[in-house]
């Protein structure tokens, strides 16, 4: 629930912004400097951080139901 208003379009340091400014300052080592999957579709962040959260929800789950 809070990561759009964190990192999303509208949040306190939005996602995209930072990360071109990062690759600004880095070229081709920002990758490495700052290495997220989001670097794939910055573009598009509120839905692909919404996703990502969704995804690690999940996969939450079933390491903890994985490990009974």
Known sequence: MQILGLVGSGGIP???PYLRWVYERLG???YYAVPTLFWLNA???DSVLTAGTL???ALAVLVTV???
Do not use: I, Q
């Open 43 to 45: 573009r598009n962040a």
């Open 55 to 57: 995804v690690g929800m």
């Open 66 to 68: 994985g490990n009974r």
């Open 28 to 30: 081709s080592d920002a």
């Open 14 to 16: 939005p996602l995209e």
